[in-house]
């Protein structure tokens, strides 16, 4: 069975720390580019990090020096750090696989809410 399982989403304050965690069927995660996105209310899905098997890297000019996407080919697992967050990074967060370096696959996870808030 294909899937994607995200989670370490929450609530925390401006300039606090999260980590998202995607668990990923060994299917479509060897040899993938695996990757992050998120969709605010109101706003279209955006790309935020992705990731090739071999762990090169691609981050939206919003979130980059602050969050880092980084794998576990081991363990068929992609994380995203997210530091120094703003309100302007709430959204649900949807894990991907499949895609190119620069737009998304086929495969999505449920999404999981991060909300940045005092």
């Known amino acids: 069975q294909v899937q994607l399982v995200e989670s370490g989403g929450g609530l925390v304050q401006p300039g606090g720390s999260l980590r998202l965690s995607c668990a990923a069927s060994?299917?479509?995660?060897?040899?993938?580019?695996m990757g992050w996105y998120r969709q605010a209310p109101g706003k279209q899905r955006e790309l935020v990090a992705t990731?090739?098997?071999?762990?090169?890297?691609n981050y939206a000019d919003s979130v980059k020096g602050r969050f880092t996407i980084s794998r576990d080919n081991a363990n068929n697992t992609v994380y995203l750090q997210m530091n120094s967050l703003k309100p302007e990074d709430t959204a649900v967060y949807y894990c991907n696989a499949g895609g190119s370096m620069w737009s998304p696959g086929r495969y999505w996870g449920q999404g999981t809410q991060v909300t940045v808030s005092s």
């Open positions: 990731i090739t098997s071999s762990g090169s890297t």
């Open positions: 060994r299917s479509i995660f060897r040899g993938k580019v």
